[in-house]
């Protein structure tokens, strides 16, 4: 038995785009080139401690936005709403990051290990059971994945 294999409605084939996706596919290659240089030059010249304000703003901002982004990603797939993908997707960025900046800003002993383990049981499963959910949910994709992934 043949199984015909269609393309993942996701996949837009480039003819259909927007004339204004060259140039912007462009601009953002080359903003994400330029970072490059730009990292190697605060690699070398930012002071390695420093004496933030509004630290404990900064901290409780990004837990909020992790629990809005928790919350809001379990609300839209509970109701089955595509938006859901969008939030899964950007809320396992935000775990990856949190876990990051956990651990490099954690002081050496119990605090560096505590930030450790966070990090290795809690925030980057999480990160990856939010970007599992965000793959499977894109459109073309159901809950046994792509007619091309059944053929594998």
Same mark, same amino acid.
């Given at each position: 038995m043949s199984t015909l294999v269609t393309p993942p409605r996701c996949v837009t084939p480039a003819r259909s785009l927007p004339t204004a996706a060259g140039p912007?596919?462009?601009?953002l290659v080359c903003g994400g080139?330029?970072?490059?240089?730009?990292?190697?030059?605060?690699?070398?010249?930012?002071p390695a401690t420093a004496e933030v304000r509004n630290w404990?703003?900064?901290w409780v901002?990004?837990?909020?936005?992790?629990?809005?982004g928790l919350v809001g990603t379990g609300l839209l797939l509970r109701?089955? &709403? +595509?938006?859901h993908v969008l939030a899964a997707a950007a809320t396992s960025a935000l775990l990856v990051m949190d876990a990051w900046f956990d651990v490099l800003t954690a002081r050496p002993g119990a605090e560096l290990l505590t930030a450790g383990?966070?990090?290795v049981c809690v925030e980057l499963p999480l990160a990856g059971v939010c970007a599992r959910i965000a793959v499977r949910g894109l459109p073309g994709r159901g809950a046994e994945g792509s007619p091309q &992934? +059944?053929?594998a």
């Open positions: 912007l596919s462009t601009a080139a330029a970072l490059l240089p730009w990292m190697v030059v605060l690699a070398r010249t930012l404990s703003s900064a901002g990004l837990d909020a936005a992790l629990a809005v109701r089955r &709403d +595509r938006r383990l966070l990090a &992934d +059944r053929l």
